[in-house]
Nanobody
């Protein structure tokens, strides 16, 4: 059974930081493209960042320079370091795994507010 379990969300003030984690099981983690998507309130799900099995990264323009995606294949975990957070970063953040099939986590809420 494939599971992607996110953690690290919460409430943070504008300008603050969070680190999201996603632990995968039931897949050959190192072969998968891993990523983070988010769904702001009342909007569609959108790409945040992805990282390939070889470590190549891709970011949405709105987060480039503020967010960093990384992976630790030994721990079957992908991370999203989110710095300089803005209220418009408020969303449910979803972990994604893609290769032969695609999988999604349940999501973790990130709220940026003073």
């Amino acid at each position: 059974q494939v599971q992607l379990v996110e953690s690290g969300g919460g409430l943070v003030q504008p300008g603050g930081s969070l680190r999201l984690s996603c632990a995968g099981s039931g897949i050959m983690f190192s072969r998968y493209v891993m990523g983070w998507y988010r769904q702001p309130p009342g909007k569609q799900r959108e790409l945040v960042a992805t990282i390939t099995s070889g470590g190549n990264t891709n970011y949405a323009g709105s987060v480039e320079g503020r967010f960093t995606i990384s992976r630790d294949n030994a721990k079957n975990t992908v991370y999203l370091q989110a710095n300089s957070l803005k209220p418009e970063d408020t969303a449910v953040y979803y972990c994604y795994a893609g290769f032969i099939a695609t999988y999604w986590g349940q999501g973790t809420q990130v709220t940026v507010s003073s």
